[in-house]
């Protein structure tokens, strides 16, 4: 079983930035792919950021391709914790975000998912 938290959300004017945590139980980056998505208000769930680390402990980003240069995921082992440091934001990029795991590979369907956080809100100001 895992569980996953997230923080960090909240209101922000365009062109801020903010970072979002999720903290994960148990040793879930040696064994579950990690992503980021939002849930945009009337809208379905999409595919922010992913990452995955290999046996030999390298991890390996991917984007989703409006996010990249401005989004940048990342884990610390030692806090169990991934992040999402989301710069030059847009008001398009208000939704609740979440985090997922899965075993495998990332992918950029969220059915395939087994676990979710709460979600944390993210609201940008024009």
């Known amino acids: 079983q895992v569980q996953l938290v997230e923080s960090g959300g909240g209101l922000v004017q365009a062109g801020g930035s903010l970072r979002l945590s999720c903290a994960a139980s148990?040793?879930?980056?040696?064994?579950?792919?990690m992503a980021w998505f939002r849930q945009p208000p009337g809208k379905e769930r999409e595919f922010v950021a992913g990452?995955?680390?290999?046996?030999?402990?390298?991890?390996?980003?991917n984007y989703a391709e409006s996010m990249k240069g401005r989004f940048t995921i990342s884990t610390d082992n030692a806090k169990n914790t991934m992040y999402l440091q989301m710069n030059s934001l847009k008001p398009e990029d208000t939704a609740v975000y979440y985090c997922?795991?899965?075993?495998?590979?990332?992918?950029?369907?969220?059915?395939?998912?087994?676990?979710w956080g709460q979600g944390t809100q993210v609201t940008i100001s024009s």
């Open positions: 997922g795991a899965r075993e495998g590979t990332v992918t950029v369907v969220s059915t395939n998912y087994e676990y």
């Open positions: 148990g040793r879930t980056f040696s064994r579950y792919a």
């Open positions: 990452i995955r680390r290999d046996y030999t402990g390298v991890y390996y980003p």
